[in-house]
């Protein structure tokens, strides 16, 4: 099927910057919208920003001016610019994806998440 493999995590200190990558793999036929999501310890899951194939991108309010997404659909690879940040970013972020596979038609993919932790 499809398997997104995220990196680029760590821990930075408040006001550096990371910049996270997601590549995806498998048996894909096309991929549409891609993104990026976070999880911080206790609260739900947020979307942080999506990009379609055609480079229309979405951000969360909290992250407008900071975040930045991109892709190379050559490498089927979205990236996450991420400036400026804060403590409150400290989250696992997971890339997810929406890909047509053979036989399998369009499904929704998500990484195993990689953790991003901000000192204040």
């Known amino acids: 099927q499809v398997q997104l493999v995220e990196s680029g995590g760590g821990l930075v200190q408040a006001g550096g910057s990371l910049r996270l990558s997601c590549a995806a793999s498998g048996s894909i036929v096309s991929l549409n919208t891609m993104g990026w999501s976070r999880q911080a310890p206790g609260k739900q899951r947020e979307l942080v920003a999506t990009?379609?194939?055609?480079?229309?991108?979405n951000d969360a309010d909290s992250v407008k001016g900071r975040f930045t997404i991109s892709r190379d659909n050559a490498k089927n690879t979205v990236y996450l610019q991420m400036n400026s940040l804060k403590a409150e970013d400290t989250a696992v972020y997971y890339c997810?994806?929406?890909?047509?596979?053979?036989?399998?038609?369009?499904?929704?993919?998500w990484g195993q998440g990689t953790q991003v932790t901000v000192s204040s």
């Open positions: 990009i379609t194939s055609g480079g229309i991108t």
């Open positions: 997810n994806a929406r890909a047509f596979v053979y036989g399998l038609g369009y499904s929704d993919y």
